[in-house]
């Protein structure tokens, strides 16, 4: 017998004539839709992110603002990002990845720009999912420096509306601040493989 | 180097163990200092969520159902996977697992790989099995890593490392990295900003030039297939993005049936474990893709056998979050070490019997590591009844002849009214006997640590007989 067979027949074995089991799903399904930004925005700034809240027309000067302070010059944008964000930062060099980036040019670039697909105000999570304007995951795994453009209909209250949001078949990257561990004396700290400093730019 | 499960076979007992532990002045100091900030934590974000409750049913539930069809579920999720163009191995026990992973690292052609801290793969001994082939297994979550240049054993599921403080953590690396790689700095200090700044310079070449990858996950969705891995520093998204080849070492428990159910546990685990309302960074992929290789490896090694005990099965629920681990009074004391096994604290008392067996006297021993004070259960996020399974499995292990005697007299003056009666007369006559600290013969092990308790000049019945309640 091979051993799938053997677990298998182990397993139906075990629980033979136990009961079924009822499910209950009491829990709330539906976060609070008001405040749902300034949460949002409250709860990424408590993983030390740096969050700005602007109107969708000035994504693009934010964005070039947040480059320049951080002095990115080489930037990766994923293909599918939308030409408007970085039209404040013309002279930003951009690096796409066609062809695939190496992980030395990723590593060597100033940080990288993506959209996103969906976010969690409750938990402060926003949601990549390799989708246009997102890329491939090493794209922002690699740089030091993540920016991140939300927009306000992307935000929804609770991980259950991000769930059901979601498609399973696409990789998805769910990201909670910068970089952090714990393992210190189990005190959070920021920066460790990831990139060290993530922004992120509300679009009203 | 770092030790697996083997290193923990011929340890003693943990009463032992644990006397060693608690003589240890500085690691009780560790221990409580990381415990204490972590229950706080923990508390914080979970009175944050008004369904607390609703969710940690539907967590156990889901679970519960899960185990109960899991032969259908894991067909499906074999299915899943396979359609999206992964390869499943099955392996019933510690050896066949280990021996797929190395054929299939072999086949790669390459002899390092890195890796995403999981527990299935510490429970059987992956690393060692690789090093004996020749292959170097480099572990790169902080703690792993910490543990493993300072060849040291893990003592906690979430923070291996816990036992260390920082000034320990500075002199591991400053001593050790340079073996595995690229040095500490000279300078290094002991704010954990620098220790997890040189981690990060340590690793990051070796992250960027990884050909293979080795996990475990968190959650294994049946209905799509889709792998789930929690983590926080970044290590695992890049052991499981970088390598073109990825290997996943699975335990049949971990597989939940649909993604929704995802909704629950990713408010459950990240709450419980770091006490955080997420944790930085969750992966999640379906079978190949971005041009990887994937391999999922599904592992037994004894859980069918716990799967069989209608009331040890339960521990089968464990999501790994360590809440109870951070909350136990014995283990807040005497650390993960004493418990001999890769699965410390009351969840590990309850589960390395049960995957082990009883046969070594140090599992045998681990029913008795608590107190039965049912902190863990309070806070297991899928309701683990801890120490009914505790108790559970004191009653299977093997007893001293003396207690069993002592335990069938009980049994016999307790189940008559009259035969109890007798029993108290003759104690309040011959209480003058009874020495007032240490009983003689077996009876002296209970005594070790208990005073003799004082006998009544009669008992609370005869009394109330005779004065009819005081009133007399």
Sequence with gaps: MSSREQILARVRAAVAGAPEVRIPRDYRTTGAEAGRVERFAERVRDYKAVVH?????????????????RGARRLVVPDG??????????????????PPLTAALLDAADGVITGCAVAVAETGTIVLGTGPGQGRRALTLVPDYHLCVVLDEQIVPSVPEAVARLDPARPLTWISGPSATSDIELNRVEGVHGPRTLEVVIAL | MSAGPGTFLGMPAFPKNAEEALEDSQLRFNLRKATHTIRARRQAVVDELPDWAALRAAGKAIKDETLRNLDRYLIQAEEAV??????VHWAADAAEANRIVIDLVRATGETQVVKVKSMATQEIGLNEALESEGITANETDLAELIVQLGDDWPS???????????????????????????????????????????????????????????????????????LVVLESEGNGRMCLTMPR?????????????????????????????????????????????????????????????????EIGRQALRCIRCSACLNVCPVYERVGGHAYGSVYPGPIGAILTPQLRGTASELDASLPYA??????????????????????HLRAKTPHAPAERLGLKVAAWTLDRPSRLRRAQRLASRLRGLLPRRRLPGPGAAWTDTRDVPAVPEESFRDWWNRTEGGAR
């Design chain 2, 370 to 391: 608590s107190s039965l004070c049912g902190a863990c259960y309070d806070v297991c996020p899928v309701a683990i009844d801890i120490p009914e399974v505790l108790v």
């Design chain 2, 82 to 87: 396979t359609r999206a163009g992964g390869h």
């Design chain 2, 245 to 309: 080849t990825l290997i996943s070492v699975v335990g049949i428990e971990k597989v939940l049936p649909t993604w929704r159910d995802l909704e629950v546990f990713l408010q459950l685990l990240p709450r419980s474990s770091t006490g955080e309302r997420m944790n930085p960074y969750t992966s999640t992929w379906t079978g190949a893709v971005e041009g990887q290789e994937f391999h999922l490896v599904l592992l037994d090694n004894g859980r069918t056998k716990v799967l069989a005990d």
């Design chain 1, 53 to 69: 809240v602007v109107p969708a027309a000035e994504v693009a000067a934010t964005v070039a603002d947040a480059l320049s302070r």
């Design chain 1, 81 to 98: 990002l939308p030409e408007r964000w970085l039209s404040a930062a013309p002279s930003v060099e951009r690096l796409v990845d066609d």
């Design chain 2, 156 to 226: 906690h599921i979430l923070v291996p490392a816990i036992h260390r403080n920082r000034s320990e953590i500075r002199e591991i690396f400053l001593e050790h990295m340079g073996e595995w790689g690229r040095p500490a700095p000279a300078d290094l200090t002991d704010d954990p900003k620098a220790l997890a700044e040189a981690a990060r310079l340590h690793l990051r070449e070796r992250f960027l030039s990884a050909k293979v990858g080795v996990s475990g996950a968190n959650f294994l969705i049946a209905e799509t297939g889709t």
